[in-house]
């Protein structure tokens, strides 16, 4: 069971009550008790290096349809995922302080479903339910896309074990086990003909195509290595660090800030004099390894959906 100290806890507390500016870089570990899965360490998804090899534009470019399926059923698993306690605390701490903003690195709708002021929160990875056109020439896109499945060659076969998301924290292994059954991805290579399940092979010819271009297919809204964040989102997220005179607190919650630009937000704020609060089950994923803490930081060990509560209140 997940144990706050007090003492951290009070001064934590005390320092937030009278703090303005705010800054929140979130990853999965805050969607991990509504059951959906991390992406490294035991239980993420990418322990088999093929599910690393889903997430690429190359990728898609080889095999449209089998980087379909992978984000079809992830649509699929967040749409039957709930916000947990931690996304509905921060939508009141970001309804409560006026300088606040959460950066999230997650692409599964939680925060937004959970009521998060969209003023307020910059979406750094994209969107599960954005589609974009993959031509290089066309800029079509298009946000808050639920259809589920995407389109009827990827119906999810019914053999294949679906996802129950169980409100807690451990259900993002099961989660995975489920993702990795459902795909074949369990073996370090892509052939889906070693899936224990009947997944069909998904032609281009069945998948979405641009309705602006008529010519590219259409793909996740999401940012994949290599790939630039959206510069409007960067442009916004460095105009409220620019007209803060003062970051009072930054906010790392289950992020394992490995990935940049996203990570190097943790320095930024740091640089405008934050103290820096981490929320992790993995004392092993402070930002900047062990001696990655200054004095005045924080660390709160354990589920952030029983944490991040527990602080806010
Ligand atoms: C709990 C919990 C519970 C569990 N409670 N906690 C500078 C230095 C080095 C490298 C680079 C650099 N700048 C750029 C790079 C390259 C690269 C990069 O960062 N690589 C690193 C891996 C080294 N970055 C990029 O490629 C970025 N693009 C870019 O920089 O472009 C430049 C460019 C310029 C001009 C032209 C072109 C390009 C893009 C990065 C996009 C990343 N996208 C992904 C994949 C999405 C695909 C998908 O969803 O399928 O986004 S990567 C993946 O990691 C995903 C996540 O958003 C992201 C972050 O992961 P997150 O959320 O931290 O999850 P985990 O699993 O890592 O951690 C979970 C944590 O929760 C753990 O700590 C657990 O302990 C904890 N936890 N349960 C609390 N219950």
Redesign the pocket.
Known sequence: ATTINSADLESFQSVLRYSDRVLAL????????SGL?????A????RSHA?VQ??TPEAFRENPGLVWH??NY?RHMALGAKPNA?HYALVELARRKKGFLTL????DGLSPRAGHDARKIKY???S?FDLKCSAFFCDYKETNNYVDPLVPALEIPKEVPQPTPSGT?GS?EAATASLEKALGITSNDMDISKSEVPLRDVSADELPHCPKCGNGLLR?G????????PSDTLKEVDKFVAESPKIDIMLV????????????YVAIARDKGARVAV????R??IPGGQYGMCRGDWFFQ??????IPELFK
């Open positions: 979130c990853g999965a570990g805050l969607s991990a008790a899965p991390t992406f490294r360490g239980g993420g998804i990418w599910a889903l997430a992978f984000y992830r931690a999230t690195q997650n692409v750094l990875h994209g599960l924290a993002s996740p999401i940012v994949w290595f290599g790939e630039q964040l919650i289950g992020t394992s800030a490995a990935v940049y630009p996203a990570a190097g929320i992790n089950v993995d092993n994923d354990g589920d952030a959906s029983t944490i």
